[in-house]
């Protein structure tokens, strides 16, 4: 019940800073992996779930503006995703603005794709 009633605040004070977006809950994988780039390179990436979709799926590092990330915790974080008025051809649609963490728990997360 509290949870709810922080995340309704939230949401509310987002709204009052005009910032239009989709409230979203994600985890967020307790290792990050490693992706290569289009031009050579690699990159590291967070893995991270939306909501109850069971997959997986990668973000770069620092794609959740305001989050601190610390390997070696499973996350369960609130977010804002705010769609990005006309993105760069190679860049995010989205933008991601953390709120707040529902959960860090010292765990290995499973199910992570092979690199």
Do not use: H
Request: hydrophobic residues 40%.
């Amino acid at each position: 019940m509290i949870t709810l009633v922080a995340i309704s605040t939230m949401a509310t004070s987002v709204s009052c800073q005009k910032t239009e977006g989709e409230l979203l809950m994600m985890t967020v994988a307790s290792r990050t992996g490693t992706n290569t780039m289009m031009f050579g390179g690699q990159e590291e990436i967070l893995w991270v779930k939306y909501g109850e979709y069971p997959g997986w799926q990668a973000m770069g590092i620092n794609s959740i503006e305001g989050f601190e990330y610390v390997p070696g915790y499973e996350y369960v974080i609130m977010v804002m995703a705010i769609p990005v008025e006309n993105p760069p051809a190679d860049g995010d649609s989205i933008r991601y603005q953390y709120l707040s963490t529902v959960s860090k728990t010292i765990k290995e997360s499973v199910g992570l794709p092979d690199e």
